[in-house]
């Protein structure tokens, strides 16, 4: 069964810093992986998507993410944090031949200190 | 201007009471999906629905009902039988392999 595993449930960083968020995943063949933002009463918002070809993908609002199959990793990062950016962060994984059955995983929100 | 919209923003539901959730999409998607959302608890799958008149159990079915009549339309029913109704429910569609997400309701129990 295919699993996502968000190790840090809260992080806080200052405006300007830089930032990462970890995302760990347990699949059986090549996964399709996501990065979604949700602003707090709000829908979830897609930042960027992996398919297939190069492992770093560009998003939106400045977010890159690097696929790591050796490390089951699909960890997300921006270069300098801006206030706007504090949300709550979900990874998710799913099967490479269909994407209708999604995992996600538990969420990290995100503080930003002016 | 092409989505998903969710209806209503708020809802409440007495004891003993079904409620229905509205989920519209006008983005020609044939899949679409109804996800419960507790808090520190991310995202748990309810139903979903591959194609008009079609749609199977996700991982928490019980007390849930929905009818997929329409491609564009998928109603989901919080019924009696859902103990701990209380949530933010957010639908979802799929078009290239991607989720895309409604602006969700959140359901209180009065």
């Known amino acids: 069964a295919q699993s996502v595993t968000q190790p840090d449930i809260h992080i806080t960083v200052s405006e300007g810093a830089s930032l990462e968020l970890r995302c760990n995943y347990s699949?059986?063949?090549?996964?399709?992986l996501f990065w979604y933002v949700q602003s707090p009463g709000q829908g979830l918002q897609l930042l960027l998507k992996y398919f297939s070809g190069d492992t770093l993908v560009q998003g939106i609002k400045g977010f890159e993410a690097e696929f790591k199959r050796s490390q089951s990793s699909f960890n997300l990062r921006k270069p300098s944090v801006h206030w706007s950016d504090a949300a709550e962060y979900f990874c998710?994984?799913?099967?490479?031949?269909?994407?209708?059955?999604?995992?996600f995983g538990g969420g990290t929100r995100l503080m930003v200190k002016p | 201007d092409g989505g998903i919209t969710q209806s209503p923003k708020y809802l409440f539901r007495k004891e003993g009471q079904n409620v229905t959730l509205s989920c519209e999409q006008n983005l020609n998607h044939d899949a679409m999906y109804w996800y419960r959302q507790d808090p520190g608890q991310g995202l748990r799958l309810i139903y979903y629905s591959q194609i008009v008149n079609d749609f199977q159990k996700g991982d928490i079915a019980e007390g849930y009902s929905v009818s997929r009549e329409k491609k564009e339309s998928f109603p989901l029913t919080v019924t009696s039988a859902q103990k701990n109704p209380t949530a933010f429910y957010l639908c979802?569609?799929?078009?290239?392999?991607?989720?895309?997400f409604g602006p969700g309701t959140r359901l209180l129990v009065l």
């Open positions: 998710a994984v799913g099967p490479y031949n269909a994407g209708n059955m999604l995992t």
């Open positions: 699949y059986g063949a090549t996964p399709y």
């Open positions: 979802a569609s799929r078009g290239q392999e991607t989720q895309y």
